[in-house]
């Protein structure tokens, strides 16, 4: 059984370009969460997601980030505009339900450096 | 805002040595959930718990969760290096899926 998957594991950007961060959930889970991790601070929640649909935005800056979770593939988190700021470890994590007895499994993490 | 504070945030013992985690916080979660993370990796959950007063063990390390379910804490018991890492406390709210973690205690043991 395939955990979580994200890719790129590592990914350096320039200031201005644009960054496209992708997670498989595990086999059967249809939720998908994703978080950031700044250095020196905890996973903080940025969006839930459920299949073609965003259920909780509340944790996304308002410019320059979307998340989409599409009927067929990955989902995609993307930043546009990069700046140095965006810099952290963004990490993906998927579930089979949304209450808080479905536990929440993580990917590895995809590690943005913006130059 | 929902807020974990985790103590501390640095430990570093001899193997073989016990050691207590703390994990707390002025709200009320649903559940709460025990993860370890090592260098360059995603969380990896050691437990949830659910119940106010649950302890559950697993092998040497033993969790609980405060009777009001406002903390918890996590006792390794004879410490081995290869527990060596950063462990995260993360509580779910009255949302349920939207996780708030504590910064994490960094733990070296030291063959």
């Known amino acids: 059984n395939a955990g979580v998957m994200q890719n790129p594991r590592h990914l350096v950007r320039r200031r201005g370009q644009e960054a496209r961060l992708r997670c498989s959930p595990m086999?059967?889970?249809?939720?998908v969460y994703w978080y950031r991790q700044l250095p020196e601070e905890g996973l903080k929640f940025m969006v839930y997601l459920q299949k073609e649909n965003i259920i909780d935005e509340s944790g996304m800056p308002k410019e320059r980030f979307s998340a989409e979770f599409p009927k067929e593939g990955p989902s995609i988190l993307r930043i546009q505009q990069v700046v140095r700021g965006d810099s952290a470890a963004y990490f993906c994590?998927?579930?089979?339900?949304?209450?808080?007895?479905?536990?929440?499994?993580f990917g590895a993490g995809t590690r943005l450096s913006v130059l | 805002t929902q807020l974990l504070e985790q103590s501390p945030q640095f430990l570093s013992i001899q193997e073989g040595e016990n050691l207590t985690v703390y994990c707390n916080s002025s709200s009320v979660f649903s559940s709460l959930q025990w993860y370890r993370q090592e260098p360059g990796e995603g969380p990896v959950l050691l437990v949830t718990?659910?119940?106010?007063?649950e302890v559950k063990k697993l092998k040497r390390l033993t969790f609980q969760f405060g009777d009001a379910r406002k903390d918890s804490s996590l006792h390794i018991t004879a410490a081995q290096p290869g527990d060596t890492g950063l462990y995260l406390c993360?509580?779910?709210?009255?949302?349920?899926?939207?996780?708030?973690f504590g910064k994490g205690t960094l733990l070296t043991v030291n063959p």
């Open positions: 993360a509580g779910a709210g009255g949302s349920n899926y939207k996780l708030t």
């Open positions: 086999k059967g889970h249809s939720h």
């Open positions: 718990v659910v119940t106010g007063g």
């Open positions: 994590a998927s579930s089979l339900g949304s209450s808080s007895k479905n536990i929440q499994y």
